[in-house]
């Protein structure tokens, strides 16, 4: 076991215990809340925007602001309505395993933050040398070395298909939902 391994082990192990200490009903519905400020943003940004325009004038500040402020509340609300029923739940007869099933959710949530950080760390890598220099031999001989290299090949192939699609609608001149209307089209 070397450094990498014992990263890995206690990034998991921290999560493990933070999911422990909340239990899954809390982590499941504070990730549903991330999920929900993002969807808030992408589908009331441009309206928001405007709005903010009224009183920061429009362009770049309207949008931090309206973005700043839906993500933010959005968020808020959720974490706290998480955090609400994270306690009722807790405080249950099923309390725990609230806890188990937290403490595994909490290692997924590690092992997917690892992985994000050894692709982030690859990428570097590869900027700074070349894709086909030999990796370190702290990393290449760590034994979490297969299961961060193939989480993260499968991390890259699902975002490379997901996005795919987006990337040949843009190049054919289709707007994306996301754009304001007051924009002109791409191509």
């Known amino acids: 076991m070397n450094s990498l391994d014992m990263a890995l082990l206690l990034l998991t192990g921290g999560m493990a215990v933070f999911g422990f200490l909340r239990g899954f009903v809390e982590e499941l519905l504070v990730l549903l809340a991330w999920v929900l400020a993002v969807v808030a943003v992408r589908l009331f940004l441009a309206p928001m ?4 325009g009224i009183w ?11 973005f700043a402020g839906l993500f933010i509340v959005t968020f808020v609300v959720g974490k706290l309505v998480a955090r609400r029923a994270g306690r009722g739940m ?12 937290g403490a595994g959710f909490g290692v997924l949530k590690g092992i997917l933050v690892a992985t994000v950080l050894f692709l982030a760390f690859t990428l570097a890598y590869n900027l700074v040398y070349t894709v086909n220099a030999k990796r370190p031999d702290w990393m290449t001989e760590a034994r979490s070395y297969p299961l961060l290299k193939a989480s993260g090949d499968a991390m890259s192939r699902l975002v490379n298909e997901r996005t795919d699609g987006a990337q040949a609608g843009i190049v054919r001149g289709e707007v994306p939902r996301y754009r304001r209307r007051s924009q002109p089209a791409l191509g």
């Open 56 to 66: 920061v004038g429009a362009g770049a500040a309207a949008e931090i602001l309206a």
């Open 49 to 52: 925007s405007d709005l903010a």
């Open 90 to 101: 807790r405080t249950s007869v099923l309390g725990p395993v609230d806890r188990l099933l």
